[in-house]
């Protein structure tokens, strides 16, 4: 009896450690940084922030008046509008009150504005081109829409908003504007390209490492089939020269990067090596195209810290460390690197410089300095109405932190007057 009883128990506890030994597939994983994603996507801020861009979308449309109990809103945008708009000389501010009152409207409309596509209606872009010329775009005598027109959709919108959210570390924001992009139904090859690269960096920053590595497996599948008769405009201002096959090597070498950086995001011994294929197969179109800047040298350390390589490693740091783009604390990391090496303490300059943490670190910074360097006004056709919305980006972002800190009951106290008898009927 008690030999059966052993052999339930020690059944029972193997079965138990096959279990938690269980080590989840990619796909798995995937859908749980899907959900992850979903989760985040719901927070108060970003809500707020699509409910006031689906008002202000909306101003020109015919149905603007129907969406419920935006009134609060609709005034709000129009408050904002007038702030952005230099052909008025009078601006006017938001009153706390106002901004309470729209802050009750946001806590009504939170089921709408999870429900509500926002590309249903028109761009910012058509919206403010409508605002400034009082016209539609399709001209009078043809049906050509905006897109057409001026060669802006829905992607291009997101990802530029993403982008400029990024390079204003507003990571949550980026983060709703890059999720919104459709890569998948993109007809454009070379945006399509593009985009997947944009959001495959968003999620590394956002720390998504098995949705980056989904969006950057599928750009390179594409690239080494498909990819190399492009032109890929939007890199010409940041390599040597602009020839289609540098900036193929270009794009593939930064898909590249974006793709090891994930997998090194992972922890995980056979993802480690496939980052490190990714990093040398980056360093060979790096060469084709002379590209000898602050990535080259952060890549070739890795790779070099990896292979035992020391002398290349020391020669790559110490261009690091000279480097003008990154912070003091990023430079006092790669001077103990330095040290370390110089030392013969191996193990220590390895584990410091490869950390998943300082890598994205350090390469995310790289890519902020890059996009910063993007002529937008020449990508964008420079069309006016992008000046507009990079101003309305700015100004929305003070009016959300407005809200943030003033709607609240502790601070409407030190407003006194009749105004925090006001502010408590909408806010209980």
């Known amino acids: 009896m008690r030999s059966k009883s052993f052999f ?37 801020s970003v809500l ?29 945008n129009s408050r904002i509008i007038q702030a952005i708009d230099t052909t008025k000389s009078d601006t006017t501010y938001i009153s706390l009150e106002d901004m309470v009152l729209a802050y009750k409207e946001y806590n009504d409309l939170k089921d709408f504005a999870l ?20 016209e539609t775009p399709a001209l009078s005598h043809t049906n050509i829409s905006y897109a057409e027109l001026f060669g802006w959709d829905n992607n291009m919108e997101h990802t530029f908003l993403s982008t400029t959210n990024t390079s204003a570390r507003r990571t949550e924001l980026a983060l709703y504007e890059g999720s919104r992009v459709d890569t998948e139904h993109e007809k454009d090859m070379e945006r399509r390209c593009l985009y ?16 980056s590595e989904h969006e950057l497996t599928s750009n390179h599948e594409w690239l080494e089939k498909d990819g190399q008769s492009y032109q890929y405009s939007f890199f010409q201002n940041l390599i040597p020269t ?65 292979r035992e390589d020391n002398q290349t490693a020391l020669a790559n740091l110490k261009k690091l460390e000279k480097s003008t783009i990154f912070s003091n604390e990023d430079k006092a990391i790669l001077h103990s690197g330095i040290e370390y090496l110089e030392a013969k303490e191996d193990n220590k ?28 006004k020449k990508y964008t056709g420079a069309r006016p109405e992008v000046a507009t919305l ?29 105004l925090l008898d006001k502010a408590k009927k909408v806010i209980q």
């Open 196 to 211: 997947k690269m944009q959001k495959g960096l968003l999620f590394i920053t956002e720390d998504f490492p098995y949705l």
């Open 349 to 376: 300059a390895s584990n410091l410089i490869t950390d998943k943490v300082f890598m994205g670190k350090i390469a995310i910074q790289y890519f902020i300095t890059q996009m910063k360097k993007v002529d937008w």
């Open 48 to 76: 707020f922030y699509k409910l006031f861009k689906i008002v202000l979308r909306t101003q020109t449309a015919e149905n603007a008046k129907q969406i419920p109990g935006s009134e609060h809103l609709q005034k709000i």
């Open 390 to 418: 990079m101003r309305y980006n700015e100004q929305i972002q003070q009016q959300l932190e407005k809200v943030k800190t003033t709607a609240t009951l502790d601070n409407l106290k030190k407003e006194g007057g009749g």
């Open 115 to 134: 429900t509500t596509d926002e590309d249903m209606y028109p761009t910012l872009l058509e919206t403010f081109f409508k605002m400034h010329t009082g």
């Open 8 to 44: 339930y128990l020690s059944s029972l506890l193997s079965i138990f450690l096959c279990i938690s030994c269980h080590q989840k597939s990619d796909e798995e994983l995937l859908r749980l940084e899907r959900t992850k994603l979903k989760e985040k996507l719901e927070s108060q």
């Open 242 to 306: 602009g020839t289609n096959k540098d900036t193929y090597h270009y794009a593939h070498g930064i898909n590249l990067i974006c793709r090891g950086l994930s997998r090194i995001k992972m922890d995980r011994e056979d993802k480690k090596k496939l980052a490190l294929q990714d990093f040398e197969a980056f360093l060979s179109d790096a060469n084709a195209i002379g590209l000898n800047d602050e990535l080259v040298w952060l890549v070739a350390t890795y790779v070099a810290l990896e």
